[in-house]
């Protein structure tokens, strides 16, 4: 397995939503109100789920949610703090949310994504 690169991309990952979150000025969606916590959502299903096909253990996993869940968190009592973003417990619960469906769906097929993609490159 190409661990390190997988890690690598994730970290980027976790990097990449962390600026997001505390940008004075957000790329704005242009579909519906609250379609942010939706975006929410969605980062933080793509971080478990990533991290888990890296991290196989289960004692591991457990320590991830735990992680990215306090993430979610400090991301808000951050942008609370800096004046031109905004606290919310609305942003906070989707965030949790997406990290339980993620660590949900790395017990689907979803979850050997990147296993079958290395499978696929040796194939080739």
């Known amino acids: 397995m190409l661990r390190n690169s997988?890690?690598?991309l994730g970290w980027l990952w976790v990097a990449?939503?962390?600026?997001?979150?505390?940008?004075?000025n957000p790329p704005q969606p242009l579909?519906?109100?609250?379609?942010?916590?939706?975006?929410?959502?969605?980062a933080y299903i793509g971080l478990m789920l990533w991290f888990c096909q890296v991290v196989v253990?289960?004692?591991?996993?457990?320590?991830?949610?735990?992680?990215?869940?306090?993430?979610?968190v400090c991301i808000?009592?951050?942008?609370?703090?800096?004046g031109y973003r905004?606290?919310?417990?609305?942003?906070?619960?989707?965030?949790t949310t997406g990290v339980l469906?993620?660590?949900?769906?790395?017990?689907?097929?979803?979850?050997r994504i990147l296993n079958k993609l290395e499978r696929n490159a040796k194939n080739t």
């Open 76 to 82: 808000e009592m951050l942008q609370g703090l800096s």
């Open 16 to 24: 990449i939503v962390s600026y997001l979150s505390l940008m004075p």
């Open 31 to 42: 579909w519906f109100e609250g379609v942010d916590k939706l975006e929410h959502a969605s």
């Open 86 to 95: 905004y606290f919310e417990y609305a942003d906070m619960l989707a965030n």
């Open 6 to 8: 997988w890690l690598a």
């Open 57 to 72: 253990q289960k004692q591991s996993r457990v320590y991830l949610m735990a992680a990215f869940v306090v993430m979610g």
């Open 101 to 111: 469906i993620g660590f949900g769906l790395a017990h689907t097929r979803m979850g």
